[in-house]
């Protein structure tokens, strides 16, 4: 993969502090990525890791006490991260759209589908309500809701969640935005629906040249949808690179550890690779590299020198990386 | 490249009780016959009377017939809605069964004594299965207490520091409450308080579900080790075909409170025969293979109160054929398993 000129998303160094009465707790720590137009990044973890909180952060709905202490995200080259409310308010929707885990806390109960799209299409576009109308009733065809012409006057309820989650998509597209921050939008659902879903969003992000960005702790979601995967591990961003390697190679010993422990559908093994332990709270994740303390391979230099991430296709925060043999 | 990080091995202090295991192989410890249960969801009678509406019953489990043998791991799998989980409240005894029996056969339990097995379940959600208020070692002494299983005090803390010893915590965790431990750890205190019954029948509903996956490969790996060491059964409740593949024995994949495939669990992984057994292998995300060829499942399941009449699964099936729309297949043998298709 060559370092395109210009992605669509730019995160540098993003660090997040959230002020506690015992000080400031660092939930995310120096974490940088890139996602070029059309691409689907997957990020990967475990609860905690912080790959939400780094999706909140680009729309950014950061809630306090929670707060960015240093980097920039910039989107098509512009900052975003230190934009006044207003601003990030007429961006969010426009340029970035969201779609979340649970698709019936994401729509308004009391109101009709139709009702919520055209409000999402009249507030970022320069339409009237009739106008407004009609695109909603392409978008919900688009996401593929059966009769689209009755359902759009249904209400949130009266929709199974597999169909809720397909109008949360479609409210996430109203404005034709560049980018979409797509927080565990599978999870809610049995795995036929997820399928679905999943076909969906890619075939969206090949007919608009969307950029995705998917949050989800599913390696198995990962690897067939996004292109590229960030893993992160207590804050930071362990591994990037593209799908395939990282799912196949694997360089970070968490990476490869986490691989180990999902069982297989297509053999049955006596044991499971576990990793012992858990992942290390905010208030006590270690120094040096942070999975120090569960990791095989660690050594004292771990324990005092944080390992960083090269700038390279597939990166590993490691200092004895596996697999360093197989790519001389 | 796994073998590098495997984490050192962590022996566990094996309980007394220990190795009475799998030797009492093929005998049946639980044996379900034609069990249905049947919810009243209709409106109000009032309502009902003046608006002429029918009743309206919702067949949450119809008709289902297994037995699970000693020492096994028996799965029921399917998605949401499926009534899995009111299958397991029957088997817990928390619901009636409407129609059918559930019989639990007298046997050689854990504790060495004889009769029906000691059952016990354990919750999806190890964040609302605990009471938070409660001192871990009073959570897992309750049982002990209430049953009487040890005459003082003193010897039911030592149980309780045993228990927690046998699924991996230390015997210092019992003077901590709930909120101390992460999901995994809670998840070991559930295992520990149902253990403390000396139970061997464990309803596992949804386990792991909630838990991350490096996290879920400890809990499995536990349950697997506990079955080993105690000769406990488990019935296995979980959406998650890769989980239940690497814990079962023998499975039942259910559809609509039916049924439609059922057998050893190798035999269905190997050669799926009922068309939603293969649609549900096909459609589960896959790191091994993520570029294969996938048909995505079209449509939903539909409700239980009026489920489409002859084959439940008709409306989302690619092979449904005039009969299928008409006439309900009932579960019939072929080879290994037990297929209820007309197709098979």
């Known amino acids: 993969m060559t370092a395109s000129a210009a992605p669509l998303l730019s995160v540098r160094d993003l660090r997040i502090v959230f002020d506690g009465r015992r000080g400031p707790l660092t939930a995310l720590d120096g974490v940088s990525f890139d996602i070029q137009p059309g691409e689907i990044l997957g990020m990967v973890g475990e609860s905690g890791a912080g790959k939400s909180l780094t999706g909140t952060a680009v729309i950014g709905l950061l809630d306090p006490p929670g707060r960015i202490a240093g980097g920039e995200i910039r989107l098509e080259g512009q900052r975003i991260d230190n934009l006044p409310a207003e601003k990030m308010r007429r961006l969010r929707g426009r340029r970035i759209g969201a779609i979340f885990q649970d698709p019936l806390t994401s729509l308004h109960p009391l109101l009709t589908v139709g009702d919520q799209l055209v409000e999402t299409i009249t507030t970022h576009l320069p339409v009237g309500r009739a106008e407004a109308r009609g695109r909603a009733l392409d978008l919900l065809r688009e996401v593929g809701i059966p009769a689209a012409e009755t359902r759009i006057d249904h209400y949130p309820h009266q929709f199974s969640g597999g169909m809720r989650q397909r109008v949360v998509i479609a409210l996430a597209l109203c404005a034709e935005p560049t980018l979409i921050i797509a927080d565990e939008p599978t999870t809610a659902l049995d795995v036929s629906i997820q399928a679905q879903i999943t076909t969906l969003l890619k075939r969206l992000c090949r007919e608009h040249g969307t950029s995705i960005m998917l949050v989800t702790h599913d390696m198995g979601v990962i690897a067939e949808t996004a292109d590229r995967v960030a893993v992160m591990y207590a804050g930071r961003i362990v591994e990037i690179g593209p799908v395939e390697d990282v799912v196949r190679r694997p360089r970070h010993p968490y990476t490869a550890g986490l691989m180990a422990s999902i069982p297989s559908v297509h053999a049955r093994h006596a044991h499971l690779n576990q990793i012992d332990g858990a992942m290390p709270r905010l208030g006590a994740i270690p120094p040096g590299c942070a999975f120090n303390p569960r990791c095989g391979r660690a050594e004292a230099f771990c324990r005092d020198h944080r390992p960083g991430l090269a700038p390279a296709a597939h990166a590993a925060a490691c200092h004895f990386p596996l697999q360093e043999l197989a790519d001389a | ?344």
């Open chain 2, 1 to 344: 490249m796994h073998d590098i990080l495997t984490p050192p091995a962590r022996e566990l202090a094996m309980p007394k009780t220990a190795t009475i295991a799998a030797e009492a192989a093929a005998d049946v410890i639980l044996d379900v016959a034609a069990a249905s249960c049947r919810f009243d969801v209709s409106a109000p009678t009032l309502s009902r009377l003046f608006s002429h509406e029918p009743r309206r019953i919702l067949r949450a489990v119809d008709n289902v017939s297994f037995s699970v043998r000693r020492g096994s791991t028996f799965s029921i799998v399917g998605e949401s809605g499926c009534g899995k989980s009111t299958l397991a409240r029957m088997v817990v005894g928390l619901q009636r069964p409407s129609a059918g029996s559930l019989d639990f056969r007298d046997g050689r339990r854990a504790d060495g004594s004889f009769g029906p097995p000691r059952v016990q379940m354990i919750f999806q959600d190890p964040y609302a299965s605990l009471n938070p208020r409660w001192r871990v070692g009073d959570i897992i002494a309750e049982p002990i207490r209430e049953l009487k299983l040890r005459p003082d005090a003193a010897s039911t803390r030592q149980r309780v520091g045993d228990l927690l010893e046998t699924v991996g915590l230390s015997r210092t965790d019992a003077s901590r409450y709930p909120h101390a431990f992460s999901g995994g750890q809670r998840q070991r205190i559930s295992i520990a308080r149902a253990l403390a019954t000396e139970a061997d029948f464990l309803v596992c509903d949804e386990p792991t579900s909630a838990l991350d996956v490096s996290v879920q490969a400890q809990i499995l790996n536990l349950m697997v080790r506990l079955q080993k060491e105690l000769g406990l059964t488990y019935l296995f409740i979980s959406h998650n075909l890769s989980v239940v593949r690497h814990m079962s024995d023998d499975l039942a994949i259910m559809y609509l409170g039916r049924f439609v495939e059922t057998g050893p669990a190798e035999a269905i992984f190997n050669a799926p025969r009922h068309p939603y057994t293969r649609l549900l292998l096909d459609t589960i995300p896959d790191v091994e293979r993520p570029d294969r060829e996938r048909r995505p499942m079209s449509g939903e399941v539909p409700s239980p109160i009026s489920p489409p009449p002859g084959c439940s699964f008709n409306p989302r099936c690619t092979l449904a054929a005039d009969r299928c729309r008409v006439e309900r297949p009932e579960l019939r043998p072929l080879d290994d398993v037990a297929v209820s298709c007309h197709l098979a």
